[in-house]
């Protein structure tokens, strides 16, 4: 069994912060779960462009206000807690955070630790942890 406290990974390198969001990354690929699970909290005022073409991707809000527009047809989508979205078709999505987001995301194929978005949005697919984790 693993267990684990969201508050002994911040300031870790299982914690990972780009300018408009910060990820605490809770379960990763070396835990052999088969995904990879993170609360993420995305900063209040920020627009975030995302395309993760190499993963799956399912977000579900449970703090904040903001706006999901899915670039791929257009549609604009009301984020609030109790929000889900699931990027089943890697879509092309904007988050736009009117307040902070906290959103808990659970990735297939989990991430293996340190990856933060290229420059479309996407995280590369690692084939090896990085050295002592
Ligand atoms: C909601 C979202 O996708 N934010 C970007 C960060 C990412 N989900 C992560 O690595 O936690």
């Given at each position: 069994m693993i267990v684990r406290n969201l508050k002994n990974l911040e300031?870790?390198?299982r914690q990972v912060s780009a300018d408009t969001w910060t990820s605490r990354r809770l379960l990763l690929r070396g835990?052999?779960?088969?995904f990879s699970l993170h609360d993420t909290l995305i900063f209040a005022g920020t627009s975030?462009?995302?395309h993760y073409r190499n993963h799956?991707?399912?977000?579900y809000c449970i703090e904040g206000q903001g706006k999901l527009i899915n670039l791929?047809?257009?549609e604009e989508h009301t984020v609030e807690p109790g929000t889900v979205y699931a990027l089943?078709?890697?879509d092309r999505h904007t988050l736009v955070?009117?307040?902070q987001l906290r959103m808990i995301c659970v990735f297939n194929p989990p991430l293996v630790g340190p990856e933060s978005h290229d420059g479309d949005g996407a995280y590369p697919l690692?084939?090896?942890?990085?050295?002592g984790s």
């Open positions: 300031g870790t390198d835990d052999n779960m088969g975030t462009t995302m799956l991707e399912a977000v791929e047809t257009g089943d078709q890697h955070a009117e307040t690692l084939e090896s942890e990085p050295a």
